[in-house]
């Protein structure tokens, strides 16, 4: 099980108020818990991913355990304690505007 | 009794005001979407309880939503706007080529006989067609493909397609605009495109008549007379009486023909309304007096409609989608501003009031005359 932060707007979308929880089958990456986000929350189909490209959208960076993951491989295993539930992946809306 | 639903897109949301046939006390419902951009919300002219909006934000990309009930709930339909092929490139602000990129669905428009076909103008400019309620989207590519396309350039609010007009006589016609491209036509349902941009003069491009590269902020149409369209340009208040195969300046004796808004009367075909904005660098009424200008004669002798309108002070803007009314018997005429105020005109713009006084930004006003 892995816990999920999403920012304000997309817990809006889902209807959620918390942390939300996704199920990944083998050793869980930000492609796979993203796949299973929006497997769960279509809703959230192109605003995490661009759509076309499947690249991350410049304004949203991934967090966990302290650490900026945004520029690593979308392949990357998490780190072990967002892989056992010990700690949340925190999905960014970077801060900018007003 | 016949009521009025007024629909508003805000850069922080959307909200649906309503009314009886008086129009003098309103319900405010919203914000919906609370915090997003709310570029366009538009009724089905066949079922007035189908609603769809474009809900977009910079951080997490664009959305639509459609309402089955007038907007008390939503549900997200398709988000997937891909542009037919590889879409290749039209010109950056500089004259450099600049691939395609989708942006934001600036304006959604409902066809005038079916409630689950919607036309979705976009940015970088392209038009797009559901037939299924929203939920899957098809690029008429016609028009991006059509030959002018890579000579297209963005107005300095984006490259945007903003209008989209149905001739209710002739399903096979549609009229698009682009800024700042032009005004284009399709005589055959949207799969082949025209430029219609002859007589328009644009001094700030390097060819003022060109066939493309004029930055039309919005085209407007009486649905009794599908071939006379009436344009406010960036510069010049246009008008023709031939579908777009040619045009003529009706400026007049406006104080000012810079501006984004136009709209027809619903039952006067030749009465028109404008807002004069000072200038493209001042983006604001002259002198800081908030007015309506009306054309009872399809353009060329204008009168200015202030009553209940700030006129001091005022430095507020009216965008391009900001403008509507409705068909009861006395027309009632919409607008709403960037700063956050929408006013009403029960009375064909004689008289304003508003209906809300401190919304966010308003982006976008439709109105629904209900039944």
């Known amino acids: 099980m892995i816990r999920v932060v999403l920012p304000a707007h997309l817990r809006t979308l889902v209807q959620v108020t918390g942390e939300v929880q996704v199920e990944v089958d083998g050793e869980p990456t930000l492609r796979s818990v993203i796949d299973a986000l929006e497997a769960r929350y279509p809703v959230l189909l192109g605003t995490i991913r661009d759509r076309a490209t499947q690249e991350r959208r410049p304004f949203v960076r991934f967090f966990a355990c302290e650490r900026d993951l945004s520029h690593g491989s979308i392949d990357a295993s998490l780190p072990d304690a967002v892989a056992t539930g010990g700690e949340p992946l925190l999905v960014i809306g970077a801060m900018a505007g007003g | 009794m016949s009521s009025v639903r007024v629909l508003v897109g805000t850069r922080k949301g959307a909200f649906v005001l309503t009314s009886d046939g008086k129009r003098e006390r309103w319900d405010v419902s919203g914000p919906h979407f609370a915090g997003w951009e709310i570029y366009h919300v538009n009724g089905s002219p066949a079922d007035p309880n189908r609603l769809y909006a474009s809900q977009s934000s910079g951080w997490f990309g664009q959305l639509i ?263 009861l018997d006395s027309c009632g005429v919409y607008f709403g501003t960037t700063g956050g105020q929408v006013y009403a005109s029960p009375d064909a713009g004689d008289n304003w009031a508003p209906i809300v006084r401190d919304l966010p930004a308003v982006l976008s006003v439709e109105v629904q005359t209900l039944a």
């Open chain 2, 65 to 327: 939503q459609r309402s089955d009930d007038g907007g008390t709930t939503w549900e997200p339909v398709g988000n997937t706007f891909a542009y037919d092929g590889v879409p290749g490139t039209h010109q950056w602000y500089d004259g450099t080529p600049h691939p395609w990129e989708f942006a934001r669905v600036w304006h959604l428009e409902p066809s005038l006989t079916d409630p689950d076909t919607v036309y979705a103008g976009v940015e970088d400019a392209a038009l797009f067609r559901s037939t299924d309620g929203g939920l899957n989207w098809r690029e008429l590519s016609g028009l991006r493909k059509h030959g002018t396309g890579s000579s297209w350039q963005p107005g300095a609010g984006g490259m945007c397609l903003h209008t989209i007009l149905l001739d209710p006589s002739n399903p096979q016609r549609i009229f698009t605009a682009i800024s700042a491209a032009g005004a284009f036509r399709s005589d055959d349902g949207g799969t082949t495109w025209k430029p219609i941009n002859q007589g328009l003069r644009s001094e700030s491009i390097p060819d003022p008549k060109a066939e493309v590269g004029h930055c039309v902020h919005r085209i407007a149409m009486h649905p009794s007379r599908p071939n006379v369209l009436f344009m406010q340009k960036h510069w010049d208040v246009m008008r023709t009486d031939d579908a777009g195969d040619s045009w003529r300046e009706v400026s007049g004796n406006l104080p000012t023909d810079f501006g984004f808004a136009i709209d027809v009367h619903a039952h006067e075909p030749n009465t028109i309304y404008v807002v004069p904005i000072k200038s493209d660098s001042e983006h604001f009424p002259l002198d800081g007096k908030l007015q309506v200008y009306r054309s009872r004669t399809g353009g060329n002798e204008w009168e200015a409609l202030t009553k209940g309108l700030p006129q001091r002070d005022c430095y507020v803007n009216v965008l391009r989608d900001a403008m509507a009314v409705d068909s």
